[in-house]
């Protein structure tokens, strides 16, 4: 059905070689101008900002794609508390809890655990 694309979108960005200067140079970002202190930081920024991997990791609660398993794991246990929205609704409860806790504190200290 589709033409075949005569370049891949992945081939779109490229990192950058570094400067003649050598990796331990300041570098330039030519996609977005920002500059690193070498070349190692750059291509860091670059597969943070610029790469297009294959490999996305979609997050199964909001849909949204993050580029390394690990931002994937740091978005779902900020936003999502490893489940489904059920924890952050709790931690809501359990805030209330604490306030009217403070308030009843010696039936607090009744209850077992
Ligand atoms: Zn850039
Ligand atoms: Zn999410």
Same mark, same amino acid.
């Given at each position: 059905?589709?033409?075949?694309?005569?370049?891949?979108? =992945? !081939?779109?960005? $490229? #990192?950058?070689?570094?400067?003649?200067?050598? #990796?331990?140079?300041?570098?330039?970002?030519?996609?977005?101008?920002?500059?690193? =202190?070498?070349?190692?930081?750059?291509?860091?920024?670059?597969?943070?900002?610029?790469?297009?991997?294959?490999?996305?990791?979609?997050?199964?609660?909001?849909?949204?794609?993050?580029?390394?398993?690990?931002?994937?794991?740091?978005?779902? *246990?900020?936003?999502?508390?490893?489940?489904?929205?059920?924890?952050?609704?709790?931690?809501? @409860? @359990? !805030? #209330?809890?604490?306030?009217?806790? *403070?308030?009843? $504190? !010696? /039936?607090? /200290? $009744?209850?077992? /655990?």
């Amino acid at each position: 059905m589709h033409p075949a694309p005569s370049t891949p979108p =992945s !081939a779109m960005y $490229q #990192i950058p070689p570094p400067t003649a200067g050598g #990796i331990n140079e300041p570098q330039e970002c030519p996609y977005c101008r920002r500059n690193f =202190s070498c070349y190692y930081s750059l291509k860091r920024h670059f597969q943070d900002k610029h790469e297009q991997s294959d490999t996305l990791y979609v997050c199964e609660f909001c849909n949204r794609r993050y580029r390394t398993k690990n931002s994937l794991t740091t978005h779902k *246990s900020l936003q999502h508390r490893g489940s489904s929205g059920m924890l952050k609704r709790l931690l809501k @409860t @359990t !805030a #209330i809890k604490n306030v009217l806790g *403070s308030m009843q $504190q !010696a /039936q607090m /200290q $009744q209850q077992p /655990q």
